[in-house]
Nanobody
Framework: QVQLVESGGGLVQPGGSLSLSCAASGIISTINSMNWYRQAPGKQRELVAGITRAGSTNYAGSVKGRFTISRDNAKKTVFLQMNNLKVEDTAVYYC????????WGQGTQVTVSS
């Protein structure tokens, strides 16, 4: 059974940092890209950052320079380091793994508020 287990969300003040992780298990085929999406209330889900198996990364313009995505292929884990967080980063963050199909995590809440 495929599982994506996310951790690391929470409440932080503006300017603070949080680190998310997502560990995949039960996927026996090659994992290609690993991605983080987010969905704020009343908004569509959007791609925040992605990383290929080779390590190439891409970021949404709103997070470029503040967020860093990385992965550990051996542990099938993807990370998202979020620095200088802003109120508008508040959302549920979802891990996404692309293999023979796309898999989604359950989501973790990130709230940026003073």
């Amino acid at each position: 059974q495929v599982q994506l287990v996310e951790s690391g969300g929470g409440l932080v003040q503006p300017g603070g940092s949080l680190s998310l992780s997502c560990a995949a298990s039960g996927i026996i085929s090659t994992i290609n890209s690993m991605n983080w999406y987010r969905q704020a209330p009343g908004k569509q889900r959007e791609l925040v950052a992605g990383i290929t198996r080779a390590g190439s990364t891409n970021y949404a313009g709103s997070v470029k320079g503040r967020f860093t995505i990385s992965r550990d292929n051996a542990k099938k884990t993807v990370f998202l380091q979020m620095n200088n967080l802003k109120v508008e980063d508040t959302a549920v963050y979802y891990c996404n793994v692309a293999s023979v199909r796309h898999y989604w995590g359950q989501g973790t809440q990130v709230t940026v508020s003073s």
